[in-house]
């Protein structure tokens, strides 16, 4: 490797991983997926060099262990279960599963196949050793943090003044940081603003279940749209239009009322409505908005609780989606006294530079050798590598929103 291991430890994830694969493990352990990466800008070209140095960054990563008191962390959270820290005990990557390699578009392919178990654990890792790959081999590393750091200074100080009011935020920006180094230098400040007595907004976690650990803060994070993708899809004996249901369901048999924020857009969320009900809707402590417009969205979701008989206050409404604090002001503002709001700010406080971010996903592109995709609130977040799939999926959503009798 030319740079130093930029995975050091595998509680570097996003806790939903966690929270997804304890699930995975007691419900479909036998379940196969294929992930596919896709790097969304255009312009970017991952040379030669930069592809060896991430196959080198992968392979080390995959030569990790939990330790004891890794260990001892996740079993320490509420809502985790000993069986499922038993198999952490034995588990680790398997480079086996990765397929890497230069290709003639963006200039980096990478695949990975096996059990669903194994494979969900790789896509955060994947992402945060291409990213920072990319920045440290693309541009002067130096320059960027420093201009990082003076970004990050003057968010903290619009913080500290009021000028922006966000009520709860945490920070979400593993799978894009800057760096590792970048990214424990956003928490580590965002920590301080609970000393900060005319700070109206609350920093209150991180995904990076690491650096929770290290900074004794929250680990957040609850489901993701594999989860409903796969549960909902990759039964072959389902109807896809009913992905959620399926998915909410096999949650709740896991978790109860615990950790309970139910992703709704994964085949929109119009459709996630039919089968967000009295129970369901109870049950879940909220909602977590990732595609679309998020006032739209939110005063949906207040209606929807309304028409249930449910107090849209006992709520939260969670907004995950492209945020910087302007936006997450706009948004508190709005629904202020109406809803709970909070918020999961990424690679605004992760990468915020003079260089554009990537956009870089890794998506679940088939599972028990099915096809898999998701159907957002907007178009070009899709990702499926059979577009007769795509049409099947979005026929079968609009049948049911036609001909089913809503109770």
Same mark, same amino acid.
């Given at each position: ?44 070209? @991952? ?13 080390? !990563? ?19 279960? $000993? ?6 005990? *034995? ?17 980096? /392919?990478?695949? &990975? ?33 420093? $201009? ?19 009520? @709860? ?31 109206? /907004? ?19 994070? &609850? ?10 899809? $990759? ?22 009322? *615990? ?8 085949? /929109? ?6 089968? @967000?009900?009295? &129970?369901?809707?109870?049950l879940f402590s909220g909602v977590r908005h990732d595609s679309g417009d998020p006032i739209e969205w939110g005063e949906k979701m207040i209606a929807h609780y309304q028409k249930l008989g449910i107090e849209p206050k006992s709520k939260t409404l969670l907004f995950s989606d492209s945020l910087d604090f302007e936006r997450a002001d706009r948004i508190f503002r709005h629904f202020d006294g109406r809803v709970r709001v909070a918020f999961g700010i990424g690679t605004y406080l992760s990468n915020d ?11 679940? &592109? ?13 178009? $070009? ?10 049409? !099947? ?15």
């Amino acid at each position: 490797m030319r740079l130093a291991q930029i995975i050091t430890s595998l509680l570097e994830t996003d806790l939903y991983k966690f929270s997804m694969g304890q699930a995975i493990y007691h419900q479909f352990p036998g379940y196969k997926t294929t992930w596919t990466f896709k790097c969304r800008n255009p312009e970017v070209h @991952f040379t030669p060099e930069m592809v060896e140095e991430i196959r080198e960054q992968i392979k080390a !990563y995959c030569s990790l262990h939990f330790t004891e008191e890794e260990l001892g962390y996740i079993d320490s959270i509420q809502w985790m279960k $000993g069986s499922y820290t038993d198999f952490l005990r *034995l588990w680790h990557p398997r480079y086996e599963d990765f397929d890497i390699h230069a290709n003639a578009g963006c200039g980096l /392919s990478i695949e &990975t196949r096996g059990t669903w178990l194994n494979t969900s654990m790789y896509e955060i890792p994947t992402l945060a050793i291409v990213n920072e790959v990319y920045f440290r081999m693309e541009y002067p590393y130096g320059d960027l943090l420093a $201009g990082f750091k003076r970004r990050l200074g003057d968010k903290v100080q619009k913080l500290q003044t009021g000028q922006w009011h966000t009520g @709860f935020f945490s920070e979400f920006g593993l799978r894009r940081r800057l760096s590792a180094e970048a990214q424990e230098l956003a928490v580590e400040t965002l920590v301080h603003l609970k000393d900060t007595p005319r700070c109206a /907004s609350k920093f209150v976690g991180t995904s990076n279940v690491y650096l929770a650990k290290k900074f004794g803060i929250t680990p957040v994070g &609850t489901m993701a749209h594999e989860w409903i993708m796969c549960v909902g899809q $990759g039964n072959h004996k389902h109807n896809p239009a009913y992905s959620n249901w399926y998915a909410l369901n096999a949650w709740v048999k896991e978790y109860g009322i *615990l950790n309970g924020t139910a992703l709704t857009d994964t085949i /929109s969320t119009d459709c996630f409505l039919r089968d @967000f009900q009295l &129970t369901f809707a109870t049950l879940f402590s909220g909602v977590r908005h990732d595609s679309g417009d998020p006032i739209e969205w939110g005063e949906k979701m207040i209606a929807h609780y309304q028409k249930l008989g449910i107090e849209p206050k006992s709520k939260t409404l969670l907004f995950s989606d492209s945020l910087d604090f302007e936006r997450a002001d706009r948004i508190f503002r709005h629904f202020d006294g109406r809803v709970r709001v909070a918020f999961g700010i990424g690679t605004y406080l992760s990468n915020d530079t003079s260089a554009p971010p990537l956009n870089i996903v890794m998506k679940t &592109t088939a599972c028990n050798g099915q096809d898999v995709a998701k159907i957002s609130d907007i178009s $070009g977040k899709e990702m499926c590598k059979n577009k007769d799939y795509v049409e !099947y999926l979005t026929r079968s959503i609009e049948w049911r929103m036609q001909h089913e009798k809503i109770s």
